[in-house]
């Protein structure tokens, strides 16, 4: 049919905030296809959000007149930042081994396989297969526990060399293997985000205070990964997040054309025109609010949203949290979101699933984004380890807390950008790590205060919205129409 296209999105595996900005663009690429009658078939290569991939795309289809395919296809995209699991530091001295033993060994023969298939194991961290602790958690007898995992999935094996031919666009976050195979099948590639890794990862072991010579040493694996990023036709960052200056130098000897967003992401709809009039945020707050009361026998002072992204570290953050006894109801209650399916969980006493403002977000009418970006509204104030994590709450209008992660180039740019703006307040990682709850109790009892946490949602006010709309509007003109 000449009114179907097939894009293909890579985002990044350190994480889920590639998978959510990229969910947000595709879903403002498919109110475009609609409203210009095409059919888009969007194929998703990641492997970070693991087997709740599909359910997350299924719920970009949600209220479009036509009848688009969205695809998950797990896929190992290799690059990730070696942590610290006691102190959540980037470990810069070991990206060198992750560059050569991990990445450099896969490069050329990207798309990979997510490698909790290639090891039946069900999560991510790349450490885990060779921990005999994990291992021995997993049924391996169930024979066929890959094949469920995969149900509704795509495959790699379907992505033959005469399917890639018929590929319209590449739209990668932090994925330069599209871009070389983008080249080679002769279609366009974008790199949209904040992520260059090779410049990245030279901070980071910058940052770790890494010898001079041990960083040398990995400089023919960040040519590699250069050569690749330079690739793209054009580089689309996203406002507050990309170090605007780091990166319009690292491309600035290349054909790779210098664009930056104007406005923050929304969900891939247009945003409400008066927040505090969104009615999904409104009963959603009304619904934590009675599910708390009845847990606790007593009405949260403050609710807090914690939004960790998919790291082994922060899991255990968030684990620790839902294992904590608290025996005076009137400390800030501290939400979680399952993005997949809608459940909120309440942080304490082993986990309390919150009924009703769960069943109001399991409606499978709601995209994902939008139960994320409506449980932001729906609570005081957010507590988030990354930049994307701080937009969320800026674009509905809450304050939130960025926890500083040491030695994270990326991460401290964005932390100085995002400060810098007004649009956070930031705690140290040792403050935080030394009793979560307590750190976040001490910034719940700020708001309302004159803080500088009350302060952001002034800020918050006079910020544009919905850069993906346009963003969208330009690609699908430049590259699919």
Same mark, same amino acid.
């Given at each position: 049919?000449?009114?179907?296209?097939?894009?293909?999105?890579?985002?990044?595996?350190? +994480?889920?905030?590639?998978?959510?900005?990229?969910?947000?663009?595709?879903?403002?690429?498919?109110?475009?296809?609609?409203?210009?009658?095409?059919?888009?078939?969007?194929?998703?290569?990641?492997?970070?959000?693991?087997?709740?991939?599909?359910?997350?795309?299924?719920?970009?289809?949600?209220?479009?007149?036509?009848?688009?395919?969205?695809?998950?296809?797990?896929?190992?995209?290799?690059?990730?930042?070696?942590?610290?699991?006691?102190?959540?530091?980037?470990?810069?001295?070991?990206?060198?081994?992750?560059?050569?033993? $991990?990445?450099?060994?896969?490069?050329?023969? $990207?798309?990979?396989?997510?490698?909790?298939?290639?090891?039946?194991?069900?999560?991510?961290?790349?450490?885990?297969?060779?921990?005999?602790?994990?291992?021995?958690?997993?049924?391996?007898?169930?024979?066929?526990?890959?094949?469920?995992?995969?149900?509704?999935? +795509?495959?790699?094996?379907?992505?033959?060399?005469?399917? $890639?031919?018929?590929?319209?666009?590449?739209?990668?976050?932090?994925?330069?293997?599209?871009?070389?195979?983008?080249?080679?099948?002769?279609?366009?590639?974008?790199?949209?985000?904040? $992520?260059?890794?090779?410049?990245?990862?030279?901070?980071?072991?910058?940052?770790?205070?890494?010898?001079?010579?041990?960083?040398?040493?990995?400089?023919?694996?960040?040519?590699?990964?250069?050569?690749?990023?330079?690739?793209?036709?054009?580089?689309?960052?996203?406002?507050?997040?990309?170090?605007?200056?780091?990166?319009?130098?690292?491309?600035?000897?290349?054909?790779?054309?210098?664009?930056?967003?104007?406005?923050?992401?929304?969900?891939?709809?247009?945003?409400?025109?008066?927040?505090?009039?969104?009615?999904?945020?409104?009963?959603?707050?009304?619904?934590?609010?009675?599910?708390?009361?009845?847990?606790?026998?007593?009405?949260?002072?403050?609710?807090?949203?914690?939004?960790?992204?998919?790291?082994?570290?922060?899991?255990?953050?968030?684990?620790?949290?839902?294992?904590?006894?608290?025996?005076?109801?009137?400390?800030?209650?501290?939400?979680?979101?399952?993005?997949?399916? +809608?459940?909120?969980?309440?942080?304490?006493?082993?986990?309390?699933?919150?009924?009703?403002?769960?069943?109001?977000?399991?409606?499978?009418?709601?995209?994902?984004?939008?139960?994320?970006?409506?449980?932001?509204?729906?609570?005081?104030?957010?507590?988030?380890?990354?930049?994307?994590?701080?937009? +969320?709450?800026?674009?509905?209008?809450?304050?939130?807390?960025?926890?500083?992660?040491?030695?994270?180039?990326?991460?401290?740019?964005?932390?100085?950008?995002?400060?810098?703006?007004?649009?956070?307040?930031?705690?140290?990682?040792?403050?935080?790590?030394?009793?979560?709850?307590?750190?976040?109790?001490?910034?719940?009892?700020?708001?309302?205060?004159?803080?500088?946490?009350?302060?952001?949602?002034?800020?918050?006010?006079?910020?544009?919205?919905?850069?993906?709309?346009?963003?969208?509007?330009?690609?699908?003109?430049?590259?699919?129409?």
């Amino acid at each position: 049919m000449d009114n179907v296209r097939t894009v293909v999105f890579a985002p990044h595996d350190d +994480g889920s905030g590639g998978f959510g900005v990229l969910s947000r663009l595709a879903r403002a690429l498919l109110r475009v296809a609609d409203d210009r009658n095409y059919e888009l078939h969007l194929y998703f290569l990641n492997s970070s959000v693991a087997v709740d991939g599909q359910d997350r795309l299924s719920s970009l289809l949600l209220r479009l007149e036509h009848k688009h395919k969205a695809i998950f296809v797990p896929t190992d995209n290799l690059i990730f930042l070696p942590k610290d699991k006691e102190t959540l530091a980037v470990v810069g001295s070991r990206i060198p081994d992750v560059l050569r033993k $991990w990445v450099r060994p896969l490069w050329h023969f $990207w798309p990979c396989e997510a490698n909790w298939i290639r090891t039946n194991l069900p999560i991510m961290d790349r450490d885990a297969w060779s921990n005999p602790d994990v291992c021995k958690e997993i049924d391996f007898s169930k024979e066929k526990w890959k094949d469920k995992a995969l149900t509704g999935c +795509g495959t790699l094996r379907n992505l033959t060399t005469q399917w $890639w031919q018929d590929v319209a666009l590449g739209i990668s976050m932090g994925v330069p293997q599209l871009h070389r195979l983008a080249r080679r099948e002769c279609f366009p590639s974008v790199e949209v985000g904040d $992520w260059f890794f090779s410049v990245g990862l030279r901070g980071c072991m910058q940052e770790s205070f890494v010898p001079p010579e041990i960083i040398s040493s990995a400089e023919p694996d960040l040519r590699m990964i250069e050569e690749d990023e330079l690739k793209a036709r054009e580089v689309w960052l996203t406002l507050y997040q990309a170090p605007h200056e780091a990166y319009k130098a690292h491309v600035a000897n290349s054909s790779v054309k210098f664009r930056e967003m104007t406005g923050l992401l929304w969900t891939g709809d247009p945003p409400p025109e008066d927040m505090a009039e969104w009615s999904l945020a409104n009963k959603l707050r009304k619904a934590i609010d009675i599910d708390i009361s009845q847990i606790r026998d007593t009405q949260a002072k403050r609710v807090g949203y914690i939004v960790p992204g998919s790291t082994p570290v922060w899991r255990d953050i968030v684990d620790k949290l839902r294992k904590r006894q608290v025996i005076d109801t009137t400390n800030v209650a501290i939400l979680d979101l399952n993005r997949g399916n +809608g459940t909120i969980t309440l942080l304490e006493n082993d986990g309390k699933k919150l009924g009703r403002a769960s069943q109001l977000l399991e409606d499978k009418n709601i995209p994902s984004e939008e139960k994320h970006l409506a449980t932001c509204r729906a609570c005081d104030f957010g507590i988030t380890r990354t930049a994307g994590g701080v937009l +969320g709450f800026v674009e509905t209008q809450r304050p939130s807390v960025l926890v500083d992660e040491p030695g994270h180039w990326l991460g401290r740019i964005q932390r100085e950008q995002c400060q810098q703006a007004g649009l956070c307040v930031v705690i140290p990682i040792s403050e935080f790590l030394t009793d979560p709850a307590g750190a976040i109790q001490k910034q719940a009892d700020k708001i309302d205060t004159n803080s500088n946490l009350d302060q952001i949602v002034e800020v918050a006010k006079k910020l544009k919205v919905g850069a993906e709309q346009d963003l969208a509007e330009y690609l699908f003109t430049t590259y699919i129409k």
